[in-house]
């Protein structure tokens, strides 16, 4: 009630989403009761497991507190047993719960309407709930147990970032499906694969109770309950380490990165990305930069099947070539870096992870995207092979080239637009753009082959393209930590001189 109290929006706020969720998915399972018995079972598969791997995922995700943490039980006496039958049973009584009967109630009804005894669904409902809040309470025990010293937002993105990253292309290929000849063979093979699968076997047990469907939806729970009081009787029954939130609170990015050299440069340089307008700016100009190479192309006649394909390279061309020069940007950590004894090596590595994570989702969503507009989703290997090798043959050379090479740029609180005079530069820029094209040169000959008609070479392109594009990655980070190793001197001299 306390919490009630106190954070009355927010309560409303939630109440009012899960009103809204529950609406929509109610909806949809009554629309299914008068549609074929295929798109019911596709729908019920792949939206259902989508809704488990959301109670499975969501409190590994929220930085929240479980409220019926068994530890909070152990003042009462109480044995482990009884701890975790009491607080499996009070699982039903929160908002997702709740939400989560009506839709089943609503799932039920619809396995009604195609034939299914009022028995059956009446257990399977049941079965479908106890399923998830066994899901949900595993997951929060794993987070209590695992990520109690690590929870934080800067977590959180991480982990949403993740998820975006398979979310989104996934979307991509769903809505370019074709359903004016039925359900698309894709998606029946992904309902057969799901149904055998704890995230799904709940959902589809009514409709197709095969031996397989039957077992997994049964055991399920089985192992979840036994999972649950293993869990419960660790938390009551062993010793834990103090957590030290108290001495991590409050260092962001440095409590998700490990505890190694390597590690507080990646969470020196997150922080810096996330906060310097420089950097913001270089990211926001790459994908206005790739519609632009594509809008003459257009313009001139080229297909949109063939100018959907080019905006996902150009990209991941111009993320790889986007650090070549990440020295000048942040002298003075150039100078705590070297004073500190930091490695070139984990110099080199650190500095490439803020960069990673901004490559990857837009990578995510140009590749697919671009996939789906040129309408053949067999060219999807190619395009991963060709831009990983631009991206990460990018990187690489740009590890060398900012060291080796590095020029002024605009100081921190400068306009982003605002550059220095400069005699170089111009070296390295041209050194890292036309490496990394080089770099990918076998992925585009063996794409090339794949438009030509030659049996699985995409496959090849997607395995040079990878190869080619890690082994760069590899020997620049080698040779630029060995350079940060040997001119430090001259760093430093750089570093206070722009």
């Given at each position: 009630m306390g919490a009630l109290r106190y954070q009355r929006g927010r309560a409303l706020a939630a109440v009012a989403a899960a009103l809204l969720l529950v609406a929509g998915a109610s909806f949809a399972l009554v629309r299914l009761q008068d549609a074929p018995m295929t798109s019911t079972l596709v729908v019920l598969g792949i939206g259902g497991s989508a809704v488990t791997l959301c109670f499975v995922l969501v409190p590994l995700i929220a930085p929240v507190r479980d409220p019926l943490d068994p530890r909070r039980f152990g003042v009462t006496g109480r044995g482990w047993r009884s701890v975790a039958a009491a607080t499996a049973l009070a699982s039903p009584i929160?908002?997702?719960?709740?939400?989560?009967?009506?839709?089943?109630?609503?799932?039920?009804?619809?396995?009604?309407?195609?034939?299914?005894?009022?028995?059956?669904?009446?257990?399977?409902?049941a079965l479908l709930v106890v399923t998830h809040l066994l899901f949900a309470r595993v997951a929060l025990g794993v987070a209590a147990l695992v990520l109690a010293d690590r929870r934080s937002r800067e977590l959180t993105s991480l982990l949403l970032l993740g998820l975006a990253v398979i979310a989104i292309p996934v979307a991509v290929f769903l809505a370019s499906l074709n359903w004016a000849d039925g359900v698309p063979p894709a998606l029946q093979s992904a309902v057969d694969a799901l149904s055998v699968t704890p995230l799904g076997a709940a959902w589809v047990l009514p409709l197709a109770p095969t031996p397989a469907v039957v077992a997994v939806a049964i055991l399920t729970p089985v192992a979840l309950?036994?999972?649950?009081?293993?869990?419960?009787?660790?938390?009551?029954?062993?010793?834990?380490r103090p957590v030290s939130v108290r001495e991590r609170r409050g260092l962001g990015w440095f409590t998700v990165t490990p505890g190694t050299p390597g590690g507080a440069v990646a969470a020196r340089s997150l922080i810096y990305w996330l906060r310097d307008p420089r950097y913001l700016v270089d990211i926001a100009i790459i994908p206005i930069a790739a519609v632009a190479v594509v809008v003459p192309l257009v313009i001139v006649g080229v297909s949109r099947e063939t100018a959907a394909l080019i905006p996902a390279p150009v990209i991941a061309l111009f993320l790889g070539w986007l650090?070549?020069?990440?020295?000048?940007?942040?002298?003075?950590?150039?100078?705590?870096?070297?004073?500190?004894?930091?490695?070139?090596?984990?110099?080199?590595?650190?500095?490439?992870?803020?960069?990673?994570?901004?490559?990857?989702?837009?990578?995510?969503?140009?590749?697919?995207?671009?996939?789906?507009?040129?309408?053949?989703?067999?060219?999807?290997?190619?395009?991963?092979?060709?831009?990983?090798?631009?991206?990460?043959?990018?990187?690489?050379?740009?590890?060398?080239?900012?060291?080796?090479?590095?020029?002024?740029?605009?100081?921190?609180?400068?306009?982003?637009?605002?550059?220095?005079?400069?005699?170089?530069?111009?070296?390295?820029?041209?050194?890292?753009?036309?490496?990394?094209?080089?770099?990918?040169?076998?992925?585009?000959?063996?794409?090339?082959?794949?438009?030509?008609?030659?049996?699985?070479?995409?496959?090849?392109?997607?395995g040079v393209g990878l190869g080619t594009g890690i082994l760069v990655l590899v020997v620049g980070i080698l040779i630029g930590g060995a350079v940060f190793d040997r001119r430090g001197d001259r760093l430093m001299a750089f570093a206070e001189t722009t």
């Amino acid at each position: 009630m306390g919490a009630l109290r106190y954070q009355r929006g927010r309560a409303l706020a939630a109440v009012a989403a899960a009103l809204l969720l529950v609406a929509g998915a109610s909806f949809a399972l009554v629309r299914l009761q008068d549609a074929p018995m295929t798109s019911t079972l596709v729908v019920l598969g792949i939206g259902g497991s989508a809704v488990t791997l959301c109670f499975v995922l969501v409190p590994l995700i929220a930085p929240v507190r479980d409220p019926l943490d068994p530890r909070r039980f152990g003042v009462t006496g109480r044995g482990w047993r009884s701890v975790a039958a009491a607080t499996a049973l009070a699982s039903p009584i929160s908002l997702p719960s709740v939400a989560l009967i009506a839709v089943a109630v609503s799932a039920a009804r619809t396995w009604s309407a195609h034939g299914v005894s009022a028995t059956a669904s009446v257990f399977a409902a049941a079965l479908l709930v106890v399923t998830h809040l066994l899901f949900a309470r595993v997951a929060l025990g794993v987070a209590a147990l695992v990520l109690a010293d690590r929870r934080s937002r800067e977590l959180t993105s991480l982990l949403l970032l993740g998820l975006a990253v398979i979310a989104i292309p996934v979307a991509v290929f769903l809505a370019s499906l074709n359903w004016a000849d039925g359900v698309p063979p894709a998606l029946q093979s992904a309902v057969d694969a799901l149904s055998v699968t704890p995230l799904g076997a709940a959902w589809v047990l009514p409709l197709a109770p095969t031996p397989a469907v039957v077992a997994v939806a049964i055991l399920t729970p089985v192992a979840l309950g036994a999972a649950w009081a293993l869990i419960v009787r660790h938390m009551l029954t062993r010793t834990e380490r103090p957590v030290s939130v108290r001495e991590r609170r409050g260092l962001g990015w440095f409590t998700v990165t490990p505890g190694t050299p390597g590690g507080a440069v990646a969470a020196r340089s997150l922080i810096y990305w996330l906060r310097d307008p420089r950097y913001l700016v270089d990211i926001a100009i790459i994908p206005i930069a790739a519609v632009a190479v594509v809008v003459p192309l257009v313009i001139v006649g080229v297909s949109r099947e063939t100018a959907a394909l080019i905006p996902a390279p150009v990209i991941a061309l111009f993320l790889g070539w986007l650090v070549h020069n990440d020295l000048a940007y942040d002298g003075s950590a150039v100078w705590l870096h070297i004073s500190s004894a930091v490695r070139g090596v984990s110099d080199r590595v650190g500095r490439l992870v803020p960069l990673f994570l901004v490559a990857l989702p837009l990578l995510a969503i140009a590749i697919p995207v671009g996939v789906g507009l040129h309408d053949d989703w067999s060219v999807l290997p190619v395009m991963v092979g060709v831009c990983s090798a631009l991206l990460l043959g990018g990187l690489g050379l740009s590890s060398i080239a900012s060291v080796v090479a590095p020029y002024a740029v605009a100081r921190h609180g400068d306009s982003p637009f605002q550059q220095p005079q400069r005699t170089g530069g111009g070296v390295s820029q041209g050194f890292v753009l036309l490496g990394a094209i080089l770099t990918s040169v076998p992925a585009f000959w063996w794409g090339w082959r794949f438009l030509q008609g030659v049996a699985d070479a995409q496959w090849w392109a997607l395995g040079v393209g990878l190869g080619t594009g890690i082994l760069v990655l590899v020997v620049g980070i080698l040779i630029g930590g060995a350079v940060f190793d040997r001119r430090g001197d001259r760093l430093m001299a750089f570093a206070e001189t722009t």
